[in-house]
């Protein structure tokens, strides 16, 4: 699944800090837990317990984590809707990206200056989020008066989309994003193809300082972000991006013991992943064999033929049926032959929704 997240935040608030610890400094290789395919996209592996399970159940000869995407937005400023600063490229890298990442500065550090002068979270935020309603304005408003002409004068279409162009611009001339709005199933088909800027998705990422990582709760910076984020049905993660770094740079059982004399049981990055790759509506279903154990990653909604259409495209097309047992009547029967002897393996067919833990084989003939 080619999705992405888009890290974004103005200067000085820590957002390449954060990048630098999901690219690691880049280096790619076959078997990646952080890499670079180009200068901007970070892949990181998505942290999923399952997999190491199922590994020692199954025993492979390797197994393959599913990925993710993060791309490095351009610098905002204000006054980017209008081409400011690399307004524009700002503007165009975030046309691309599926959901946003929005690193908000919550850390006091008199040797870092900030934009403004001082740490104030939420002007920072409504800073970028204006940029966004603003660009959308002028998105809108690039049909709004031919559609009005036309809606005046009785055209059934025109009508429809008026209604849509109209919610659309009040909303935005009140500084509230597209997301904000509620749309019918139908009207939502159509604000799709406006691709619009403020209708992704997005979470906020609190930085604070490397002192206040175990003392959120006292943090108001953050609290703020927090009451913020809540009016928008939006989710916080709270880093320290300085951490994070030092954090990248180990493995195994090194990393297991420096978070654990931080204090904390789950990195800050490996809390992101997960939110954002929850916040694009993604899950996970597994393959295991003799040969490899494999997460995939797919659309929740998904029918077992379109998910079989991941691994490849024949899958999909000859589908006969899925072999379906969940994680956890596999991890309790304790291997596959004692799940099928307990009638956990089920015979699942074309119209199956797969969910989130799924171990699957599928069958197919072409």
Same mark, same amino acid.
């Given at each position: 699944?080619?999705?992405? &997240?888009?890290?974004?935040?103005?200067?000085?608030?820590?957002?390449?800090?954060? #990048?630098n610890? !999901?690219?690691?400094?880049?280096?790619?290789?076959?078997?990646?837990?952080?890499?670079?395919?180009?200068?901007?996209?970070?892949?990181?592996?998505?942290? /999923?317990?399952?997999?190491?399970?199922?590994?020692?159940?199954?025993?492979?000869?390797?197994?393959?984590?599913?990925?993710?995407?993060?791309?490095?937005?351009?610098?905002?400023?204000?006054? *980017?809707?209008?081409g400011?600063?690399?307004?524009?490229?700002?503007l165009?890298?975030?046309?691309?990206?599926?959901?946003?990442?929005?690193?908000?500065?919550?850390? $006091?550090?008199?040797?870092?200056?900030?934009?403004?002068?001082?740490?104030?979270? !939420?002007s920072?935020?409504?800073?970028?989020?204006?940029?966004?309603?603003?660009?959308?304005?002028?998105?809108?408003?690039?049909?709004?008066? +031919? @559609?009005?002409?036309?809606?005046k004068?009785?055209?059934?279409?025109?009508?429809?989309?008026?209604?849509?162009?109209?919610?659309?611009? /009040?909303? #935005?001339?009140?500084?509230?994003?597209?997301?904000?709005?509620?749309?019918t199933?139908?009207?939502? +088909?159509? %604000?799709?193809?406006?691709?619009?800027?403020?209708?992704?998705?997005?979470?906020?990422?609190?930085?604070?300082?490397?002192?206040?990582?175990?003392?959120?709760?006292?943090? $108001?910076?953050?609290?703020?972000?927090?009451?913020? *984020?809540?009016?928008?049905?939006?989710?916080?993660?709270?880093?320290?991006?300085k %951490?994070?770094?030092?954090?990248?740079?180990?493995?195994?059982?090194?990393?297991? $013991?420096f978070?654990?004399?931080?204090? !904390?049981?789950?990195?800050?990055?490996?809390?992101? !992943? +997960?939110?954002?790759?929850?916040?694009?509506?993604?899950a996970?279903?597994?393959?295991?064999g003799? =040969?490899? %154990?494999? &997460?995939?990653? #797919?659309?929740?909604?998904?029918?077992?033929? =379109?998910?079989?259409?991941?691994?490849?495209?024949?899958?999909?097309?000859?589908?006969?049926? &899925?072999?379906?047992?969940?994680?956890?009547?596999?991890? $309790?029967?304790?291997?596959?032959?004692?799940?099928k002897? &307990?009638?956990n %393996?089920r015979?699942?067919?074309?119209?199956?929704? @797969? =969910?989130?833990? /799924? @171990?699957?084989?599928?069958?197919?003939?072409?």
């Amino acid at each position: 699944m080619s999705l992405t &997240a888009g890290i974004v935040g103005l200067p000085n608030v820590g957002k390449s800090t954060l #990048f630098n610890a !999901i690219t690691q400094a880049g280096a790619l290789s076959a078997n990646y837990p952080f890499a670079t395919i180009d200068p901007n996209v970070g892949i990181v592996e998505v942290p /999923d317990h399952r997999l190491q399970t199922l590994t020692e159940m199954v025993n492979p000869k390797k197994t393959v984590p599913t990925s993710f995407e993060f791309t490095d937005i351009a610098g905002i400023v204000e006054g *980017a809707s209008k081409g400011e600063g690399l307004g524009n490229q700002f503007l165009s890298h975030i046309r691309q990206v599926d959901a946003i990442c929005h690193v908000v500065r919550c850390f $006091e550090d008199e040797n870092i200056t900030h934009v403004s002068g001082h740490v104030d979270p !939420i002007s920072d935020i409504e800073t970028i989020n204006l940029e966004l309603i603003l660009a959308d304005l002028e998105t809108i408003m690039k049909r709004y008066d +031919k @559609v009005a002409k036309l809606a005046k004068q009785k055209v059934k279409d025109a009508q429809y989309e008026f209604e849509i162009l109209e919610k659309l611009k /009040d909303a #935005f001339e009140n500084e509230k994003p597209a997301r904000a709005i509620e749309f019918t199933k139908e009207q939502e +088909k159509y %604000v799709k193809q406006l691709h619009l800027l403020t209708i992704k998705p997005i979470l906020y990422v609190a930085n604070v300082g490397e002192d206040e990582l175990l003392d959120v709760e006292d943090n $108001e910076n953050v609290q703020k972000v927090k009451e913020y *984020a809540a009016n928008e049905g939006a989710e916080v993660i709270v880093v320290c991006a300085k %951490v994070e770094s030092e954090i990248a740079e180990l493995e195994g059982e090194e990393k297991e $013991e420096f978070l654990q004399e931080l204090g !904390i049981e789950e990195s800050g990055l490996d809390q992101l !992943i +997960k939110a954002s790759y929850n916040m694009l509506g993604l899950a996970t279903y597994f393959t295991a064999g003799e =040969q490899e %154990v494999k &997460a995939w990653t #797919f659309r929740k909604g998904m029918t077992a033929p =379109q998910a079989a259409g991941i691994i490849h495209s024949d899958f999909e097309r000859g589908f006969i049926r &899925a072999e379906t047992v969940s994680y956890n009547d596999l991890v $309790e029967a304790g291997s596959m032959a004692k799940a099928k002897d &307990a009638g956990n %393996v089920r015979l699942e067919g074309k119209e199956y929704i @797969v =969910q989130d833990g /799924d @171990v699957i084989h599928f069958r197919f003939n072409v």
